[in-house]
T-cell receptor, first 113, second 114 residues
Framework: QQQVKQSPQSLIVQKGGISIINCAYE??????FPWYQQFPGKGPALLIA?????SEKKEGRFTISFNKSAKQFSLHIMDSQPGDSATYFC????????????FGSGTQLTVLP | ETGVTQSPTHLIKTRGQQVTLRCSSQ?????VSWYQQALGQGPQFIFQ???????GRGNFPPRFSGLQFPNYSSELNVNALELDDSALYLC?????????????FGPGTRLTVL
């Protein structure tokens, strides 16, 4: 019940296209849903995050869509650029004392020039 | 503002040995979480330290242990290393509290167990 399922495993888009990565969760106690971007040899970097009281959050070219009833959330990258090529992880946290993050398995995004 | 730093960058050990990994938290943060990231997978939570006390633990055996110091830096110790312990070990710092979740990750320590 602590799992976060992420798809697709890999994604190839053309420059200027829209990249969409999806995640689903079971634990309704989760109350914080961040997305992280990770480049090879680096630690994950927080990209954008959402709480379940809103259905959408936008920051620049990055948008999170959140569907509480379906227990799903997704990351949309508009106008994808070659520099966006990285591995993206969705995650979720629940209000336990540690508020540890439960990560999805990752999506390797390649944006072709 | 200094970000999260980890040392060493890479480490090679043999099965059965012990290893200590170090993490300096971001300025102003009092909470350090440790994660294990196996190749091609998402990070998995090991444990968290808040104000020098263990504040939560994931599904890892007792041979994974840690410390947090008064300056909020932290160590991860792994005893009796196994081949499956080969992974990228990440620490993340944050400001502890009920509602604040943003965690900032360091670059990680790549551990190889032969």
């Amino acid at each position: 019940q602590q799992q976060v399922k992420q798809s697709p495993q890999s994604l190839i888009v053309q420059k200027g296209g829209i990249s969409i990565i999806n995640c689903a969760y079971e634990n309704t106690a989760f109350d914080y849903f961040p997305w992280y971007q990770q480049f090879p040899g680096k630690g994950p970097a927080l990209l954008i995050a959402i709480r379940p009281d809103v259905s959408e959050k936008k920051e620049g070219r990055f948008t999170i869509s959140f569907n509480k009833s379906a227990k799903q959330f997704s990351l949309h990258i508009m106008d994808s650029q070659p520099g966006d090529s990285a591995t993206y992880f969705c995650a979720a946290a629940w209000p336990g004392s540690a508020r540890q993050l439960t990560f999805g398995s990752g999506t390797q995004l390649t944006v072709l020039p | 503002e200094t970000g999260v730093t980890q040392s060493p960058t890479h480490l090679i050990k043999t099965r059965g040995q012990q290893v200590t990994l170090r993490c300096s938290s971001q300025s102003g943060h009092n909470t350090v979480s440790w994660y294990q990231q196996a190749l091609g997978q998402g990070p998995q939570f090991i444990f968290q330290y808040y104000r020098e006390e263990e504040n939560g633990r994931g599904n890892f055996p007792p041979r994974f242990s840690g410390l947090q110091f008064p300056n909020y830096s932290s160590e991860l110790n792994v005893n009796a290393l196994e081949l499956d312990d080969s992974a990228l070990y990440l620490c993340a710092s944050s400001w502890g509290g009920v509602t604040y979740n943003e965690q900032f990750f360091g670059p990680g320590t790549r551990l190889t167990v032969l």
